[in-house]
């Protein structure tokens, strides 16, 4: 495993946290310019965002299912 952000599997297991704002600023640096360089991973990005948005629709009765 490498320890550059932008290669290998690094980036795409950041995703759901840079989708949630929880990096640090030097992470979502890295993240940020890697998406603009990878189509893979940016387009698993898209799918993160996509599944984290509608997380937020469940209510709490829907998780209690």
């Known amino acids: 495993?490498?320890?550059?952000?932008?290669?290998?599997?690094?980036?795409?297991?950041?995703?759901?946290?840079?989708v949630l704002d929880a990096l640090t600023a030097g992470e979502t640096r890295g993240v940020a310019g890697h998406l603009q360089s990878c189509d893979r991973c940016a387009a698993d990005y898209v799918e993160v965002a996509e599944a984290v948005s509608l997380l937020a629709?469940?209510?709490?009765?829907?998780?209690?299912?």
């Not at 495993?1 to 980036?11: A, K, L, N, R, S």
């Not at 629709?57 to 299912?65: A, K, N, T």
């Open 1 to 18: 495993m490498t320890t550059d952000i932008g290669e290998g599997p690094h980036v795409r297991q950041l995703l759901g946290a840079y």
């Open 57 to 65: 629709l469940l209510s709490e009765e829907d998780l209690l299912e």
